[in-house]
């Protein structure tokens, strides 16, 4: 059955800090990866990895995919409060465009 | 980047009446659009697929009489919860996908549902 396990489930922060969200995956028919940051409402698109180890990079979020491990590794350099949100990780498994998400990590930044 | 609606934002209706929520594709049209059901403090579980023109195809538990879902149009799908329940309470998101658009799925911005 695929699955897509995040980690930590829940991180808490004080601004400044860097965080790794982590993300790990077994699929049969791998496609892409996705990130998404959801506060209170719907997930917003972050970034969307299908080679392994090139970076994504926007603002101070980063993302890699390692598709030999089957992980990707989200970053937050220099949190604020504003990144407090639930990341979801979702791997596309080349099914129509089915998603499989993760449990999501919640992260709370502190002022 | 492209925009998704979903109409109503927030719903509360009486148990074993019917709702209705409309996704749109404002800027896109989407070839594929998909409807997730979230509970709090869980991830987003995926109900159906739904394809335009087509019918829509059901996750494994997802009573297909009971959440009716139509995509008439490349911009527009809805899913009617019908005879709900206080169970069927949750937060209903749509997505949706344009191979015009690099494949990623866009959300819309939910439906709170509450069955009382």
């Known amino acids: 059955e695929d699955k897509v396990v995040q980690s930590p489930l829940s991180l808490v922060v004080h601004e400044g800090d860097t965080v790794t969200l982590n993300c790990s995956y077994e699929?049969?028919?791998?496609?892409?990866l996705l990130w998404y940051k959801q506060e209170k409402k719907a997930p917003t698109f972050l970034f969307m990895l299908t080679s392994s180890g090139i970076e994504k990079k926007s603002g101070r979020l980063s993302s890699i995919l390692d598709k030999k491990e089957l992980f990707s590794i989200l970053n937050i350099t220099a949190t604020q409060t504003g990144d407090s949100a639930v990341y979801l990780c979702a791997v596309d498994n080349n099914q129509g465009g089915k998603l499989i998400f993760g449990q999501g990590t919640e992260l709370s930044v502190k002022p | 980047g492209a925009v998704v609606s979903q109409h109503p934002s927030r719903v509360i209706c009486k148990s074993g009446t019917s709702v209705k929520i409309e996704c749109r594709s404002l800027d896109f049209q989407a070839t594929t659009m998909f409807w997730y059901r979230q509970f709090p403090k869980q991830s987003l579980m995926l109900m159906a697929t739904s394809n335009e023109g087509s019918k829509a195809t059901y996750e494994q538990g997802v009573e297909k009489d009971k959440f009716l879902i139509n995509h008439a149009s490349l911009t527009l799908s809805t899913l009617t919860v019908t005879s709900a329940h206080p169970e069927d309470s949750s937060f209903y998101i749509c997505?949706?996908?344009?191979?015009?658009?690099?494949?990623?799925?866009?959300f819309g911005p939910g439906t709170r549902l509450t069955v009382t």
């Open positions: 997505s949706a996908r344009s191979e015009g658009v690099g494949y990623e799925q866009y």
């Open positions: 699929v049969t028919n791998f496609r892409s």
